[in-house]
C-alpha cells in the first residue's frame, strides 16, 4: 500500500480517560482521509500503524487501524 502525506501534516494520538484522541490540521485531516481510503480499498494490506517514529507528532501513542471483513 502506497500512503501520501499532504505537506505541513501534523497528527498527534493521545490516550486519556479510556479515550483515543486524534488531533490534526487540515493537512493531516486529508492525509488520514487518503490512508482510510488506501486500506479501504486495499486488497494486499489489512492494516496500518501508525506512531511517533512513523509520521505522528512526538509524544503520539501507536495507532493501529486495522480492515475487517
Do not use: P, Q
Amino acid at each position: 500500500m502506497k500512503f501520501y502525506w499532504v505537506d505541513g501534516s501534523t497528527v498527534s494520538v493521545r490516550a486519556e480517560n479510556g479515550e483515543v484522541v486524534i488531533s490534526a490540521n487540515r493537512e493531516g485531516l486529508l492525509s488520514l482521509a487518503n490512508h482510510f481510503l488506501t486500506l479501504s480499498e486495499s486488497s494486499t494490506g489489512d492494516h496500518f500503524h501508525l506512531d511517533e517514529y512513523n509520521s505522528l507528532e512526538d509524544g503520539s501513542v501507536e495507532l493501529i487501524v486495522e480492515k475487517t471483513e
